[in-house]
Every structure is written in C-alpha cells, then in structure tokens.
C-alpha cells in the first residue's frame, strides 16, 4: 500500500561509495528485482541479512568466506536497493518463496545458509518448505526464531503496524533516523557497538523513506508463530551464534530454540550483541566455518552408519 509514494534506493546514488559494489547485479526472479553480491568459487553459501539492513551487512565477512565459497548476498525485498515485489512478498513465506525463485535464477543450491535475526528466520523456513534448501546447513545469527517478548528493540515497534495504514510512518521514519546521533542510539539498544562505516552505511538506509517502508511493511507482515511451532522438524544441521549482549533476541529465547532443534549446536560470542558478525566479522567467519566442517563431518558420519 502506498508504494508510489515510497520508490526503492536509487542505485546510481550509491555506487560509487557501496561496499563491494563492483561484485554487484541486479536479477529479476519472483517478480522482484533483487539487487546481489556475489562473489568466489565453490560450494554456494546464501547470506540472509536481518531486517532494517541490506546485504551490506555482510560487508566484513564476504571476502573472507569468498575464498572458500560461492558467496551470494542479496538485499531482501523492500531492503535497500531491492525492489519490493508483488502482494505478499514481504511475508516470511514471500521472502523464502522469492529467494527460492531468486536462487533457481542464478541456478544455484545452496549448501550454507547463513541468517541473521530475521534471515535466520527465512533461512529455517527455506529449510522446512523447499527441497532446494532442505540439505542445507543452516547457521543462525542471533536467530529470530521464536517470537519475540514485548518491544524488544529499534527494529520492532508500533510503527511497523501503522506502515500499512498511514502513507506518512515511513516518511517520518526516515526523517527521524536522519537526525544527528539517531541512528548510534539505535544500534546501541541492540546491545552492539559499531564503527564509523557502519554507522554511515545503517544512516544511509534507514533515513531513505522507500527502505524505511520496506522495513515497516515487512514487520507488520510477519509472523514468527508457525515456524515456531514447526522448529523442531528441521533435520539439516544447525549452528547458532549468539552475541551475550544481545538486546533485540534475547539469548535466552536463542537457547529455547536451540533444544527445539534436533541437531544445533549453540556458540557464545561474548561482549557482542545482536550485530555480532559486524562487531566482529573475522571472529564470526572463523566460526562460521567452523561450523561447516563440524556439520560435514557429522553427515560422513551419518552416510557410514
């Protein structure tokens, strides 16, 4: 509703100065045109950022994991330069079904799913409903598995509900995230402290009123309930890892989650929060493959017995 007045983040305004931008094309697939990174050689690994945030968030991560994989990076619908898509798309089963359309594409399965927060949620959804992703080896960052309690964070609000109702939320959204020290206050409520870059980058989104309305439009959109519910069915492995600082998912519901889970295995990054993998995205790509081995390891196992 309303997206006329709300056009997406206009690429050519960006580029020049956009993390990893000469890795980046723009795919039409689902009838969403998605603005992805991609980049190296290998088994292919889904990065699935969190909501309010863009592929950039992988900006720390991707060269590293690229030297052993095929890294693709996509902004979700409605997120930053990726369009927002037909009715529905912003749902949790429209972003999986996109991605899935998105990943049939570019005729690649991913191997490795990494999400963060509402990513790993897209990501454990993927894994329930497609074959494609079934097999896949799912990695959740601070995981927003499980509904959250009350208002847990900048990224959650009342907002998100007026976002199908009132044209002017996300005008005014944008307008108050590009208020001087708006945008640090709100990464600071997740428990995480970022650079300067990344501060920029996250003000740069965030104050642009066509993301801003992905963003609402997405939450008010959402409902964590069935996948919660069906949790414990996935059968691929898991790893989570989980900021001690986290105030947007709180550890402890990470670690209600993880016993839903029949093969998880949990991992404390400490004097982190809930953007961990930006604090410290070299901690988190050595844990991240780490991960990955420990699970192909377990399925050689599995193929013996």
């Not at 889904?46 to 863009?54: A, E, K, N």
């Not at 898509?85 to 005729?107: I, N, V, Y």
């Not at 497609?130 to 309690?149: H, K, V």
């Not at 670690?255 to 901690?283: D, F, K, M, N, V």
Request: proline letters at 7%; glycine letters at 8%; aromatic letters at 6%.
């Amino acid at each position: 509703m309303f997206e006329h007045f709300y056009p997406g983040m206009a690429w050519a305004e960006h580029q020049a100065t956009w993390p990893h931008a000469q890795h980046s094309r723009f795919v039409q697939a689902g009838g969403i045109q998605w603005h992805v990174q991609q980049m190296g050689q290998g088994p292919c690994m889904l990065l699935l950022h969190g909501t309010g945030s863009g592929n950039f968030s992988w900006r720390g991560l991707i060269p590293a994991l690229a030297e052993d994989f095929t890294v693709v990076a996509p902004d979700l619908p409605g997120h930053a330069f990726t369009s927002r898509g037909p009715e529905g798309a912003l749902s949790l089963p429209g972003m999986a079904e996109g991605l899935r359309a998105l990943m049939l594409q570019l005729k690649l399965t991913p191997q490795v799913i990494v999400g963060h927060s509402a990513g790993a949620a897209i990501a454990a959804h993927m894994a329930l409903h497609f074959d494609i992703a079934s097999r896949s080896t799912l990695i959740g960052l601070n995981p927003a598995w499980l509904p959250l309690p009350g208002v847990a964070s900048w990224l959650f609000g009342p907002a998100a509900k007026l976002a199908a109702l009132n044209p002017l939320s996300a005008w005014a959204t944008a307008k108050l995230a590009a208020k001087p020290g708006a945008v640090p206050e709100w990464i600071a409520r997740t428990g995480s402290t970022l650079d300067a870059p990344g501060i920029e980058l996250y003000t740069r989104v965030l104050s642009d009123s066509g993301h801003a309305h992905g963003v609402l439009s997405m939450m008010a959109a959402w409902d964590l309930k069935p996948l919660a519910h069906r949790l414990h069915e996935i059968t691929a492995p898991v790893c989570m890892l989980i900021g001690d600082q986290d105030q947007t998912v709180p550890p402890a519901l990470s670690r209600q989650a993880c016993q839903r889970l029949a093969h998880a295995q949990l991992i404390t990054q400490t004097r982190l929060g809930h953007l961990a993998h930006e604090e410290a995205p070299l901690e988190t790509v050595q844990h991240i493959l780490r991960c990955v081995q420990t699970s192909i390891a377990a399925q050689q196992t599995d193929r013996v017995l």
